[in-house]
């Protein structure tokens, strides 16, 4: 919620600044054409994050992440209005003007044309789309080695590279079982811990979550493969990066990947391509 709430800000804001410099008003903006009796929707290039009606009487709703629905109320008193729709990198608007039904120019799909949007620079690096672009190049490559490992339970763990990009830190990890019994994946488990814990020692532990997994896969027989994305983060001299990976069952099997900083710090860059 709160990461909502900061984001409706500084949209709202990027919004105030772009108005007061273009003095933009409805006759600039694209027209979309809504009948009493059709809904419109508009398909984003990646997923909506904010949406504005300025009327009562048009309501919408996202039946998916990157689609946006909208549809006139029974009762009508005023059919113009102005949608503002706001992905992670974009904002578009689009006048909205009542269309009888049977007028050729009323569309059931409009495409956010890239044309008609502005870029949002409200501090976000990357889109969805982008981390899934860049996550696929990587996990097309082959893995010449690993920088870290580990071997527990007929299982080993391997990181095989480190990349950053912007605000990303992008983990290529793999996993071999050696034995003839299926991994089903209880969870991964992302942590920053302290390097030597002893009994007198109270564990101090910070969990953090990924910004993008490459695959959502249930388990796996021999070999696993995939690719995490984090926002950058830091780490304590004291403290390591674990991955920790947990089977299923009830005495499930777990291995853990440890990655010293000094590997986050050594990441290659990802580099652009036109």
């Not at 005023?78 to 049977?102: M, R």
């Not at 830190?169 to 071999?176: A, E, G, N, P, T």
């Not at 488990?189 to 959502?216: G, N, Y």
């Amino acid at each position: 919620m709160k990461k909502y709430l900061l984001f409706t800000a500084m949209l709202i804001a990027a919004l105030n600044t772009f108005a007061q410099t273009n003095g933009l008003t409805k006759a600039d903006l694209p027209i979309v054409y809504l009948p009493d009796s059709l809904s419109v929707h508009f398909i984003s290039p990646e997923p909506v994050q904010y949406v504005d009606i300025s009327t009562k009487n048009i309501i919408g709703d996202l039946p998916v992440k990157n689609v946006l629905r909208i549809r006139y109320k029974d009762t009508i008193k005023s059919k113009d209005a102005v949608v503002t729709i706001a992905g992670e990198k974009f904002i578009a608007q689009y006048h909205i003007q009542w269309s009888p039904s049977a007028n050729a120019l009323v569309k059931s799909e409009i495409e956010i044309n890239p044309v008609e949007t502005r870029p949002l620079d409200i501090g976000i690096s990357l889109s969805q789309p982008e981390l899934q672009k860049f996550a696929t190049e990587l996990f097309c490559g082959h893995p010449e080695g690993s920088l870290e490992h580990a071997k527990a339970y007929g299982l080993k763990a391997r990181l095989n590279h480190i990349y950053t990009l912007g605000d990303y830190v992008f983990l290529d990890v793999s996993y071999d079982n050696r034995t003839r019994l299926h991994y089903d994946i209880d969870e991964f488990r992302f942590k920053i811990d302290d390097k030597k814990v002893t009994k007198a020692t109270t564990v101090q532990s910070l969990e953090i979550k990924p910004e993008f997994l490459l695959f959502d896969q249930p388990g796996f027989s021999k070999h696993y493969r995939n690719v995490f994305v984090f926002k950058k983060f830091t780490i304590p001299g004291n403290k390591l990066f674990h991955i920790e990976l947990n089977e299923k069952q009830l005495s499930g099997r777990v291995i853990k990947l440890e990655i010293p900083y000094k590997d986050i710090l050594n990441a290659d860059i990802i580099p652009l391509r036109n």
